[in-house]
């Protein structure tokens, strides 16, 4: 069990054999010592190869050598205080503290006759650059995005809120993995109640390891109604969306090593919004939001209600004969529909894992063999092909994956009931599909579909229709 009072020693070598044993110093190949000589005392770096900041390290031993014998402070805090010519350092009392810094990459410093670890912060993590997310683009706007390093995140938040009011509290979770998660909101904008209960579902975890990051952190929020597959979260690779996100008074977590923010609590409205709703004058946003909602809706209902005028020719009418299939069908609509649905997520599955210089042939390839040779073999009808290559692109016109894959599950459920009861199956799938919108909870407990369900007028057309920016219309009203 961790002891959280000072368990450490004045005495230099008792303190050293204490890290080596707790680290396993001799073991581990990246976990580095420095034995060093400061004011006639003995001393010792700690620090993990890799994460340490060379030049910085140097200037700080060079200073540290020239203290003299007669000027060495007594105690660890005046040593902080008088003699350390650095930003970010704060004293170490107690074994979770000391694990959590020097495992996070945080250089310690040991010294004899001190009973406290001083850790001096000037770690740097390997990272990409912060390029636009290849997922999360827009037409206009910025073009920077997160990377996997959290306090690269946090920077270019901080960038574009510049208001004492924004709060940002680190936590440690998991065990094993001892994983940072950021916490960020607008102190006097966030909803308190909703705050406090988020605090106390982070404290209350249980986990060795966030092994995939916010997907664990988030099952281990949200753990009930897991059958559901709408997102309870909204996810965002991009820095503007999370910024407005937060001045709106909703909550950011940035969990290390993810480059994406989970934005909370969420509605079905929140996750279908796009960054370009706000980067183009009202009406073009508004058009863009309203075609968003209406190529999803229609990607749900397309497949199913085809399947339905196949399965009763006569209530198709006159206008829309065109419709019919007249060739010959040798494998039954409802499994071709089926058989694409798989096929589609095959073809999305094999791009990601191919190589990118194989990527084009690839996609040469499978547009050959799925288009003519599948309707020429006879396996597919080309009235199929064209309605599940309207489905698959439809799926990209929304950039959350959750959203995506859930409407996916909802339109095969809506053929599956289409196929085996006809107009009663396809009726009760829609009702099925609107009844898990509608029971669907945000994490805080409210509507899914609010401003719907409770009806806010003022809201549903700030919804439905870009009329200004929301900060903007806060201001103004």
Same mark, same amino acid.
């Given at each position: 069990?961790?002891?959280?009072?000072?368990?450490?020693?004045?005495?230099?070598?008792?303190?050293?054999?204490?890290?080596?044993?707790?680290?396993?110093?001799?073991?581990?190949?990246?976990?580095?010592?420095?034995?060093?000589?400061?004011?006639?005392?003995?001393?010792?770096?700690?620090?993990?190869?890799?994460?340490?900041?060379?030049?910085?390290?140097?200037?700080?031993?060079?200073?540290?050598?020239?203290?003299?014998?007669?000027?060495?402070?007594?105690?660890?805090?005046?040593?902080?205080?008088?003699? &350390?010519?650095?930003?970010?350092?704060?004293?170490?009392?107690?074994?979770?503290?000391?694990?959590? !810094?020097?495992?996070?990459?945080?250089?310690?410093?040991?010294?004899?006759?001190? @009973?406290?670890?001083?850790?001096?912060?000037?770690?740097? =993590?390997?990272?990409?650059?912060?390029?636009?997310?290849?997922?999360?683009?827009?037409?206009?706007?910025?073009?920077?995005?997160?990377?996997?390093?959290?306090? =690269?995140?946090?920077?270019?938040?901080?960038?574009?809120?510049?208001?004492?009011?924004?709060?940002?509290?680190?936590?440690?979770?998991?065990?094993?993995?001892?994983?940072?998660?950021?916490? %960020?909101? +607008?102190?006097?904008?966030?909803?308190?109640?909703?705050?406090?209960?988020?605090?106390?579902?982070?404290?209350?975890?249980?986990?060795?390891?966030?092994?995939? #990051?916010?997907?664990?952190?988030?099952?281990? $929020?949200?753990?009930?109604?897991?059958?559901?597959?709408?997102?309870?979260?909204?996810?965002?690779? !991009?820095? @503007?969306?999370?910024?407005?996100?937060?001045?709106?008074?909703?909550?950011?977590? $940035?969990?290390?090593?993810?480059?994406? %923010? +989970?934005? $909370?609590?969420?509605?079905?409205?929140?996750?279908?919004?796009?960054?370009?709703?706000?980067?183009?004058?009202? /009406?073009?946003?508004?058009?863009?939001?309203?075609?968003?909602? /209406?190529? #999803?809706?229609?990607?749900?209902? +397309?497949?199913?209600?085809?399947? &339905?005028?196949? $399965?009763?020719?006569?209530?198709?009418?006159?206008?829309?004969?065109?419709?019919?299939?007249?060739?010959?069908?040798?494998?039954?609509?409802?499994?071709?529909?089926?058989?694409?649905?798989?096929?589609?997520?095959?073809?999305?599955?094999?791009?990601?894992?191919?190589?990118?210089?194989?990527?084009?042939?690839?996609?040469?390839?499978?547009?050959?063999?799925?288009?003519?040779?599948?309707?020429?073999?006879?396996?597919?009808?080309?009235?199929?092909?064209? =309605?599940?290559?309207?489905?698959?692109? %439809?799926?990209?016109?929304?950039?959350?994956?959750?959203?995506?894959?859930?409407?996916?599950?909802?339109?095969?459920?809506?053929?599956?009931?289409?196929?085996?009861?006809?107009? =009663?199956?396809?009726?009760?799938?829609?009702?099925?599909?609107?009844?898990?919108?509608?029971?669907?909870?945000? /994490?805080?407990?409210?509507?899914?579909?609010?401003?719907?369900?409770?009806?806010?007028?003022?809201?549903? +057309?700030?919804?439905?229709? !870009?009329?200004?920016?929301?900060?903007?219309?806060?201001?103004?009203?």
């Amino acid at each position: 069990m961790t002891n959280k009072t000072n368990t450490f020693s004045k005495d230099f070598s008792k303190n050293k054999q204490y890290i080596d044993d707790l680290f396993q110093v001799q073991k581990s190949f990246d976990l580095i010592y420095r034995v060093i000589t400061i004011g006639g005392r003995q001393a010792c770096f700690y620090f993990i190869d890799g994460f340490c900041k060379d030049e910085v390290m140097e200037k700080i031993m060079e200073f540290l050598y020239l203290i003299p014998v007669e000027e060495m402070p007594q105690t660890a805090h005046d040593f902080l205080k008088n003699k &350390l010519p650095y930003g970010e350092i704060d004293l170490i009392s107690d074994e979770e503290n000391l694990i959590q !810094r020097l495992l996070s990459g945080v250089p310690i410093l040991i010294v004899d006759g001190y @009973d406290k670890f001083l850790a001096m912060d000037f770690r740097t =993590y390997p990272a990409r650059s912060v390029d636009e997310p290849e997922k999360d683009k827009v037409m206009r706007g910025s073009k920077d995005g997160f990377v996997e390093t959290v306090v =690269y995140n946090t920077a270019l938040i901080r960038r574009r809120i510049r208001s004492p009011q924004l709060v940002m509290e680190m936590n440690a979770i998991g065990k094993s993995s001892r994983t940072d998660v950021v916490i %960020a909101y +607008m102190s006097d904008r966030v909803d308190k109640k909703i705050l406090e209960d988020i605090k106390k579902r982070l404290r209350n975890i249980e986990v060795d390891a966030l092994t995939m #990051n916010q997907e664990s952190l988030a099952e281990c $929020l949200y753990q009930h109604k897991w059958y559901n597959p709408f997102p309870k979260f909204k996810f965002t690779e !991009r820095p @503007d969306t999370t910024a407005a996100s937060i001045l709106e008074g909703s909550i950011v977590i $940035l969990v290390d090593t993810s480059p994406s %923010a +989970m934005i $909370l609590p969420t509605s079905v409205f929140d996750i279908i919004e796009d960054a370009d709703d706000y980067y183009f004058p009202p /009406i073009t946003g508004t058009y863009l939001r309203l075609s968003r909602i /209406i190529i #999803n809706i229609i990607a749900v209902l +397309m497949t199913p209600t085809f399947l &339905l005028l196949f $399965l009763n020719p006569e209530w198709i009418p006159e206008s829309l004969q065109f419709i019919r299939i007249t060739e010959p069908v040798n494998v039954p609509i409802f499994l071709q529909f089926l058989i694409l649905e798989f096929a589609i997520d095959g073809l999305r599955l094999a791009s990601l894992n191919t190589p990118t210089m194989f990527s084009t042939p690839l996609s040469v390839v499978a547009g050959i063999v799925l288009g003519d040779y599948t309707v020429s073999s006879g396996w597919f009808n080309s009235e199929v092909m064209l =309605y599940m290559a309207f489905v698959a692109v %439809a799926n990209y016109t929304q950039v959350s994956f959750e959203l995506g894959y859930a409407l996916k599950f909802m339109r095969i459920i809506l053929l599956c009931l289409t196929a085996g009861f006809g107009i =009663y199956g396809y009726i009760a799938g829609i009702l099925f599909t609107l009844l898990c919108i509608v029971r669907n909870k945000t /994490i805080s407990g409210k509507s899914y579909i609010y401003p719907l369900l409770p009806f806010n007028r003022k809201q549903v +057309m700030r919804r439905f229709f !870009r009329i200004s920016l929301p900060n903007v219309q806060k201001k103004n009203s």
